[in-house]
């Protein structure tokens, strides 16, 4: 087993917990206990898992300095393990579907990541990255497979949460679904701490304003949806528990409540959007006097060339 070297201990575990904020979209409506998970070192709640699925391989010996990390994604996870892997002296090649948006891209080699595009859906991308690891003999990460995914949630993001709302205690987590990592670790961290908590997964009713963004929605999407797959979570598909609801949202309040964030100066993309909604709706189902969590996931930077960008980019400044 490779031992941990001194000067990699300080990026195990060393993330600062990120604000829970309550946001309310209407003065007179629910509020809603949002994790601002965009404020991670990379700009997105992924940096928690990929920076667990790597401390655990390293201590078992899986990896070690300069091993070679592999992960398919559309680009938030490959963004979280492009920068891990910088930090902790490992090398990262990211396979994306050709769809994904170039700001993506230009990121995950910034921080020197090798980016292989492939053409077709997630499906192809995740046979893509599993035969470069057996051929070459890398690490992949296994993002929508790998336990360590729920278990960075439940280890992590769940206790700050408990320890930052008011009561410590949370009635209901919603949140859209690609791993289904966030969903299901948090659900596992709140319910083992004593809560009665509901779970809510969010899910846009069409999905081509998400483009390519499979963090975002892998169920009941749009045919058209590049590098978007029905069940291809294993986390998710494989999670048993008595009380799960799917809550629809439209694309168009997507994109309205992802702006009307900017506005109220949340920089965050299309998934918070789709997230907020889908809890005010829970909200309306379980009490607007409870507690409700859910997580805004990214950054917009990364969805400049996005469709929900679309308005800015064609009208002029005034």
């Known amino acids: 087993m490779n031992p941990i070297l001194p000067e990699q201990t300080r990026f195990l575990h060393r993330m600062a917990p990120t604000p829970l904020s309550e946001v309310r979209v209407d003065a007179s409506g629910p509020g809603i206990w949002c994790k601002l998970e965009f404020l991670n070192p990379?700009?997105?709640?992924?940096?928690?898992?990929?920076?667990?699925?790597?401390e655990k391989a390293w201590r078992r010996g899986d990896i070690g300095p300069g091993s070679t990390v592999v992960e398919a994604s559309s680009g938030?996870?490959?963004?979280?393990?492009?920068?891990?892997?910088?930090?902790?002296?490992l090398k990262f090649v990211a396979f994306i579907p050709d769809a994904a948006t170039s700001e993506r891209e230009l990121i995950i080699r910034a921080y020197g990541g090798e980016v292989h595009r492939v053409e077709g859906g997630m499906s192809e991308v995740l046979q893509a990255a599993h035969d470069a690891a057996e051929e070459h003999g890398w690490f992949p990460g296994r993002q929508f497979s790998n336990p360590d995914n729920t278990e960075a949630h439940r280890l992590y993001t769940g206790p700050e949460i408990l320890s930052q709302i008011p009561g410590g205690a949370v009635d209901a987590v919603v949140s859209g679904v690609g791993t289904g990592g966030t969903l299901r670790g948090l659900h596992d961290a709140f319910s083992g701490a004593g809560c009665q908590v509901q779970a809510f997964t969010a899910i846009p009713r069409q999905g081509e304003m998400f483009g390519s963004n499979i963090e975002c929605c892998s169920l009941k999407f749009s045919s058209d949806v590049p590098g978007v797959v029905e069940g291809i979570s294993e986390i998710y598909s494989g999670w048993q528990i008595d009380a799960l609801t799917e809550i629809e949202v439209s694309d168009d309040e997507c994109l309205e409540l992802t702006r009307k964030l900017w506005s109220l100066g949340f920089p965050v993309g299309p998934s918070s959007g789709l997230n907020l909604a889908a809890a005010l709706q829970a909200a309306a189902v379980i009490g607007e006097d409870k507690a409700i969590v859910t997580v805004f996931p990214d950054r917009m930077e990364r969805y400049f060339s996005h469709k929900v960008f679309e308005d800015f980019r064609e009208s002029p400044s005034p």
Do not use: V
Not at 42 to 54: Q, V
Not at 76 to 89: P, Y
């Open 76 to 89: 938030s996870t490959s963004i979280a393990f492009a920068l891990a892997c910088a930090q902790m002296g």
């Open 42 to 54: 990379s700009g997105s709640t992924k940096d928690r898992i990929a920076r667990h699925i790597l």
